[in-house]
């Protein structure tokens, strides 16, 4: 199969057809956590299914993590791609395989002995604690699942093929399914049963992805000599992609200051706020999805130094940012109600009350997450990640302050208000940064030309 360049075409058309196949995959991926604890809410009881919630916000930790910096890793692979230098290419190829296999290594090393000493610290029930903790360290000892079918699906969406990985998940998300039945339904493996589901689904996918990466793509197809790689290449590797991963994990601490805020409001307020977020993550999907597909039409396109073309890319960007917020406005407003019963088998009027609220206030906000997201890709596809870096350290502080002052004075609508008041924050420094980064990449480019 042949490879796809970003650097041709209209910038509209190109980014839309890119992103529409990650978008789906972001909604499958949803599916392993929707899949698990119904799974086990039903099979192994109300415990199970609060184990699994319990230990959602330690996944996450991990798993953004993983999810950024290899993605970071892959900006490079992409540069070197819309550069046509594909030696450079195999090479970017080989770092970070060997890159992620010290992040496997590191975070298996770090997380699976202290899983009961992070619930502890998380207050986690005590009739719950011993399933969270079996749960969480089978998740975390298939760190490497994870990492890997990040790395191979990053890396085939690099050279432009973004069908193919979301080919994977739907395979591996019915695996998944089939599993989570088979080991918790009928051989009785209780909560243990969905983790190992879930790490054998990821693992699937993993060789999946793995295997057609190698078989169908040449400039992929790596050699002996490709992994002879200098330091200096892997450090370029390190220096885009680590700190992606420390700016997504900064934004995991703030998300677990609102979540310590909230639950001073009591049980009913959680539930209203944690199933109204359910539903703010499926429609930011879409968001999620522009930002990567910007971020490799950014890398591919600064690889072939056409740094005006990335501003086109953006202004499409603008365009699709505009249509999602509309559409989404349109079916919150009209199927909010709805959509928050189909989380609940008896519906409960308080819960939805308070989880249309939070809904009403954060569509309205949503073209500040798309802004947040497109600025953040950009910067990150042209080799800038100490702008992002510094974003995400301002998201993490404004929604802190937020979540603890307007909490205090306001209540639940103040913590309501935390996360867009975020955005607008991480927002503003983006665009400072874009301007600027991008009025200098353009100059020298220029004196680059000349001389």
């Known amino acids: 199969m042949a490879t796809k360049e970003l650097t041709e075409g209209n910038p509209l058309k190109v980014i839309t057809l890119f992103m529409l196949p990650m978008f789906i995959g972001n909604v499958f991926q949803q599916l392993y956590n929707f899949v698990d604890a119904l799974v086990v809410g039903r099979y192994v009881g109300i415990e199970g299914l609060g184990a699994v919630g319990a230990t959602m916000p330690m996944v996450f930790l991990i798993i953004s993590f993983i999810f950024a910096s290899t993605q970071g890793f892959s900006v490079v692979a992409a540069q070197k791609f819309g550069a046509r230098d594909y030696q450079s290419l195999k ?6 395989f060997i890159l992620s296999g010290v992040i496997t290594i590191v ?128 450090y370029e590797h390190i220096k885009i992609g680590i700190p992606m991963g420390i700016q997504m994990s900064v934004l995991t601490i703030g998300i677990l200051i609102v979540q310590y805020v909230l639950n001073g409001f009591g049980s009913i307020a959680v539930a209203a706020f944690t199933t109204a977020v359910r539903v703010d993550q499926i429609f930011s999907q879409s968001f999620i999805a522009l930002g990567a597909s910007i971020a490799t039409f950014t890398a591919q396109n600064f690889g072939a130094g056409k740094i005006s073309r990335i501003r086109k890319g953006a202004r499409a960007g603008l365009i699709i940012i505009a249509i999602i917020c509309v559409f989404c406005f349109v079916v ?49 596809g042209m080799g800038n990640s100490i702008v992002p870096l510094l974003s995400g350290v301002a998201e993490l502080v404004a929604r802190g302050v937020a979540a603890l002052m307007l909490g205090k004075y306001l209540g639940y609508l103040g913590v309501c208000y935390a996360t867009p008041l975020a955005w607008i924050v991480g927002m503003a420094v983006l665009y400072i940064g874009y301007k600027t980064d991008l009025k200098g990449k353009k100059s020298s480019l220029r004196l680059l030309k000349k001389s």
């Open 332 to 380: 919150l407003k009209l199927f909010g109600s709805s959509i928050m019963s189909m989380f609940m088998n008896e519906p409960n009027e308080e819960i939805i009350r308070l989880g249309i609220i939070y809904l009403n206030i954060i569509v309205v906000y949503f073209v500040f997450l798309g802004l947040v997201l497109m600025y953040k890709n950009i910067l990150q």
């Open 91 to 96: 090479k970017s190829a080989a770092s970070s």
């Open 107 to 234: 975070m298996t090393l770090i997380s699976t002995p202290f899983t009961k000493q992070m619930l502890l610290i998380m207050n986690t029930p005590s009739d719950i604690l011993p399933f969270a903790e079996s749960y969480l360290f089978i998740m975390f000892g298939g760190i490497f699942a994870t990492v890997y079918y990040n790395v191979a699906s990053n890396l085939i969406r690099a050279v432009g093929d973004s069908k193919t990985p979301l080919f994977f998940l739907i395979i591996s998300s019915f695996f998944n399914i089939f599993l989570d039945i088979l080991f918790v339904k009928e051989f009785n493996w209780g909560i243990e049963g969905a983790a190992y589901a879930t790490v054998a689904a990821q693992a699937l996918s993993t060789v999946f992805c793995l295997i057609y990466m190698f078989i169908k793509f040449p400039v992929l197809r790596l050699k002996k000599e490709d992994w002879k790689v200098e330091p200096s290449f892997l």
